[in-house]
């Protein structure tokens, strides 16, 4: 998705699951990350995406979420 709007809508459904939710910029990229509970109910990051664009990044990474 383009549409930043769109995109935090995935970001609330996926926080929703009780998972973390990072996304951070740097001069090139966009990394988006969730963080979901091992065995030991340790929050760990288990979703990496980065992409051109904040929307895109966590889009994608939150299809990969729903689709592991």
Not at 3 to 32: C, H, N, Q, R
Not at 51 to 60: G, K, M, N, V
């Amino acid at each position: 998705s383009t549409s930043i709007e769109a995109a935090w809508e995935m970001v609330e459904k996926v926080v929703a699951l009780d998972v973390g939710f990072e996304v951070y910029s740097s001069p090139t990229d966009f990394t988006a990350t969730i963080f979901a509970p091992d065995e030991d109910l340790e929050l760990m990051s288990k979703y990496h995406v980065e992409a051109d664009t904040a929307p895109l990044a966590i889009c994608r990474a939150a299809l990969k979420a729903v689709g592991s």
